[in-house]
Nanobody
Framework: QVELVESGGGLVQVGGSLRLSCTAS????????IAWFRQAPGKEREFVAA????????NYGDSVRGRFTISRDRNKNTYYLQMNSLKSEDTAVYSC????????????????????WGQGTQVTVSS
């Protein structure tokens, strides 16, 4: 059983920054994959970023690459999504997810492979 709790969402202006946190309990082994997804109203869920519990490889969605960074604090079982240079199109509910078994890198963007999900946190970017 894995429980994920997100925090850090809120309202920010265009060009600003925000850091989301995802604290996990009941965790994963070193091969687990931790990801961030987002979903805006009327749109499909979109892959944002992912990394492994061991903190090796990372992967980013095309729309956020170069602006967002996924990182971890293993002492706190917490993962972060640092979001810089925010745009209005970044407005969405952001959710963290865990794949508790090994999965190939090429499938990290696929929401269906993840076993556990947080409740989501709203990010609103205003112009």
């Amino acid at each position: 059983q894995v429980e994920l709790v997100e925090s850090g969402g809120g309202l920010v202006q265009v060009g600003g920054s925000l850091r989301l946190s995802c604290t996990a309990s009941g965790f994963p082994d070193k091969d687990s994959v931790i990801a961030w997804f987002r979903q805006a109203p009327g749109k499909e869920r979109e892959f944002v970023a992912a990394t492994t519990w061991s903190g090796g490889s990372t992967n980013y969605g095309d729309s956020v690459r170069g602006r967002f960074t996924i990182s971890r604090d293993r002492n706190k079982n917490t993962y972060y999504l640092q979001m810089n240079s925010l745009k209005s199109e970044d407005t969405a509910v952001y959710s963290c997810a865990v794949r508790s078994r090994r999965i190939i890198y090429g499938l990290w963007h696929d929401a269906t492979v993840y076993d556990w999900w947080g409740q989501g946190t709203q990010v609103t970017v205003s112009s």
